[in-house]
């Protein structure tokens, strides 16, 4: 189920995007639940880190959909967000907030389905996977999607995570098959990288979560691919 919030301070508006996300869950077979905030204000202060898509509108009065996502963003790094305005002006804004595309008013129903299944693919690459690892004071799940990335040392896998870092026993390989449905692709031989945390490339180096690791020559054409490829996902 994809769980979505509309937030327009335009009723009509609101409903109109509401009877969109409607048809375009009963044409693609989804379940979609919608909930809808009146402002900015009304989101941030209610809201929760369980949406999947937010659809702002950006000129409201009080607090605006560019000052609500900012706010949203420093605590949900997670969820897609997609702008509806009349000002394409605003474009290069939403990208310091990670906003994933822009849809201009007056709406039509064949450009929102066309943004709103780009959003949904965005949502589906991020989904995540429970990983199980047995530690010395006992079994610890992960979650893939806070994996940066897993390295491998003297026959030790060392887990570089949002919530620390482990190691195990066991070879990159078989952690590679796990989570290759996932985004994770090898740089080198010695790392399997998120693509979701490289936020730099540079000659021979990726940045991930702020650390640099090298790109070998041998991985280098099929790791740029993968986060190309991932980028315009």
Known sequence: MLRVAVVEDDEKSRNLLRDMIGRYAGE??????????????EIVENYTPDYDI?????????????????????????VVM?????????????YEVDALDFI????????????FTRAAGRVKNREGKRLTISLPDGTKWIDSRKIFYV???????????????????????????????????????????NLRYVTE???????????????????RNAFLAAVTDFLGS
């Open 54 to 78: 937010l659809l702002f509108d950006i000129e409201m009065p009080g607090l605006s959909g560019m000052e609500a996502a900012e706010k949203i963003r420093e605590t949900d790094r997670d």
């Open 201 to 219: 490339i540079r000659k021979n180096v990726a940045v991930v979560a702020g650390d640099e690791l090298e790109i070998s020559r041998r991985n």
């Open 151 to 193: 390295e491998t040392q003297n026959r030790m896998l060392v887990y570089h995570t949002e919530d620390g870092v482990f190691s195990v026993r066991g070879a990159l390989k078989d952690v590679q098959r796990e989570l290759e449905e996932c985004h994770f692709v090898k740089c080198n031989q010695c790392y399997l990288v």
């Open 104 to 115: 201009l008013k007056p709406v039509s129903y064949e450009t929102f389905s066309m943004r």
């Open 82 to 94: 997609v702008f509806i305005t009349n000002m394409a002006q605003y474009a290069i804004k939403g």
């Open 28 to 41: 693609h077979q989804m379940e979609i639940r919608t909930d809808e905030f009146a402002d900015g204000r």
